[in-house]
């Protein structure tokens, strides 16, 4: 029986119980491995056992979902930047509070406003003293002490003699995942978008670029986008993505013509 499907229930013969649990008395606890020791029974034929949701527990359902954007921040020593923590309303949860961990020692995070009610600013500040590198630092949301999500920031601490800046954007639509993004500019790269089709470019320095989408059997709206960094990273450059497949099929025996236009089959009667 995996743990954490059931918060309750009347474990009889044949049931797989862990060690050191021993039956009798029902018991409730926060953990289905957390037994105490009841009063023993040596048989198996009743033991009801009820415990508390837990978000480490499998098969529970989240009430909300966090997700950073950006995901990435580049920090020079010595300053600070921010990201956005966007709540998306699931299951009834549309305010959570946050707070953060696994920052480095120097590194602070702040939240305004706390709760997030839907897309909440997080400030993030390096001290002078923060040694150069990438960290990770967890975010956390809370809704009523019971519904908990995880996400993260990508943090990358920079001397503090080279400023460096991120451009970073979302393509909707079916083509968003997996598209290739080519920047190109005072800096050239490429990057692929992940499953939600968000992207980013980081290590960037002030000056003037082209942001161009690409995926095969895919157009994408506007086809690029020019952004200049001027002291500061740039996000929002977002896409819309539309298929372009088409096809027509010839059936002789019928008599009929497909066309299919990328969306679904538009049937033609051939009148020959």
Do not use: C
């Amino acid at each position: 029986m995996p743990a954490g499907l059931v918060r309750s229930g009347d474990f009889r013969k044949g049931s797989p119980i862990l060690l050191p649990h021993q039956f009798g008395n029902p018991v409730s606890l926060p953990e289905p491995f957390g037994n105490v020791m009841p009063q023993s029974n040596p048989t198996l034929n009743s033991n009801p056992v009820t415990w508390l949701p837990s978000p480490s527990h499998f098969g529970n359902q989240v009430a909300f979902s966090l997700q950073v954007v950006p995901p990435v921040v580049i920090i020079m020593r010595g300053g600070s930047q921010t990201t956005s923590v966007v709540l998306t309303n699931l299951l009834g949860s549309n305010s959570a509070t946050l707070t953060y961990s696994g920052a480095p020692a120097g590194v602070t995070v702040s939240f305004a406003p706390n709760p997030d009610t839907g897309t909440s600013v997080a400030m993030v500040t390096v001290g002078a003293s923060v040694p150069i590198g990438k960290y990770t630092i967890g975010i956390e949301g809370s809704a009523s002490g019971v519904n908990v999500e995880w996400t993260k920031i990508h943090l990358v601490v920079v001397s503090s003699g080279v400023a460096t800046y991120s451009i970073s954007g979302n393509i909707s639509g079916a083509g968003g995942p997996g598209a290739t993004v080519t920047l190109s500019g005072t800096s050239s790269g490429t990057t692929t978008a992940d499953g939600s089709g968000n992207y980013f470019f980081s290590g960037l320095s002030n000056g003037s670029y082209t942001i161009t989408p690409s995926k095969a059997t895919y157009s994408f709206v506007p086809t690029s986008q020019n952004e200049t960094i001027s002291g500061g990273s740039i996000t929002g450059v977002n896409f819309t993505s539309a298929s372009n497949a088409y096809g027509i099929e010839l059936n002789n025996g019928s008599g009929l013509i497909e066309l299919n236009d990328g969306s679904g089959y538009i049937l033609l009667q051939n009148q020959n």
